[in-house]
């Protein structure tokens, strides 16, 4: 990204020196310029979409442990009733 946006470096020519196709380059700089704060997520930094989907898995397995474990609960309770 540095040598295409600050050095003025050609983006056919900076993805030949990097060894990567240009449509990969070419994208990263759409990416980029679009949403600098958001253009490459990781190392924990995750877009506020990606936030939220991990919040509801996290949410949803939960759910599911608390469940199996009241299933469980009514069954073990309905066998001693009989």
């Keep these: 990204m540095r040598l295409v ?3 003025g470096v050609s983006i056919a020519q900076a ?3 990097l060894d990567l196709h240009v449509n990969v380059l070419r994208k990263w700089v759409r990416e980029f310029e679009a949403d600098a704060g958001a253009a490459f997520p ?10 939220e989907i991990e ?6 397995a939960k759910m599911k442990a608390e469940r199996d474990i009241l299933k469980k609960a009514a069954a073990y309770f309905a066998k001693d009733s009989i």
């Design 55 to 60: 919040r509801l898995r996290r949410e949803l």
């Design 42 to 51: 990781g190392h924990g930094n995750l877009k506020p979409e990606q936030q």
């Design 15 to 17: 993805a030949r020196d």
């Design 5 to 7: 946006r600050e050095r």
